[in-house]
């Protein structure tokens, strides 16, 4: 994430109270532990889903708020035609019966051969029709290997049916909860998404500093979070920094900190305003 991709925006909000810093202070924020900065908690991840391919929304099998399990089915798309494709490649590649008939053929042709061949040995039967029973017999053998790629190959288009009816399942790619849905029962899509899916554990905290303290932080470090709302009143979280903007921004003079703060059972929540404050090690 780029923390700094709108930094005039960011800088508009207030993120960082620069009055923190005295002007000329660019000492490490470890050297005074009861500096605290303004921060903003957001989730790790936050991606719209949609489906490869276009088509009739049949079932949308969650709503807003609602928590979703990484690949689960939250969606579904008119199937039927694609069902029917699979159904039918399927039997195909069940059938065996034209496999057993050109093996057994081949298995009879063998039998004939080596009959023949006593035969021919007593000059009983000319190199004519000793030829012609070869021939027959190798090509029956060579029919026989022909329904075997055929059934190869039903089994390749049996499994191609099964991806398609596949591509019109939408599944979550993370467990999180529904931000937004989009689209109802009945509407066609094509590259709209459907749903947009959070995931609030872990937390990402969003902190802009000065350039003056470029080098202070450290991938690791750790900080003492507390939020601005009052159920949280109180309560502190400890957070872990991720990363580190390696560039920073020169119409603001500041860059980002992204932190990682754990949120099992989802009881902090996300998009609100936080408090931090460095933790020594």
Known sequence: ???????LTIAACALIPFSAFAEGDTASLLADPETTLDCLIEPSQLVEIGSSVPGLVEQLHFERNNFVNEGEIVAQLDSRVE???????????????SLNLRRENAAFGMRTQKRNQQLFNE??????????VKTETYIAQL???QEEDNKRIAVLEAERARQALERRTI???ISGVIVERYKAVGEYIEAEPVYRIANLD?????LILPVEQL??????????ISLDIPSQEGVKHVAVVKSVDRVADAASGTFGVLLSMPNSGLRIPSGVRCNLSMLEE
């Open 215 to 224: 080098g202070t932080i450290d991938l690791g470090m750790k900080a003492e």
């Open 143 to 145: 029919q026989a290997r």
């Open 123 to 132: 000059s009983t039967i000319s190199a004519q029709d000793m030829d012609k």
């Open 202 to 206: 872990p937390l990402h905290v969003e």
């Open 1 to 7: 994430m780029n923390l700094l991709k709108n930094s």
């Open 83 to 97: 069902l029917a494709s699979l159904e039918l490649a399927t039997a195909r590649a069940e059938i065996d019966t």
């Open 171 to 173: 599944r979550s790619p």
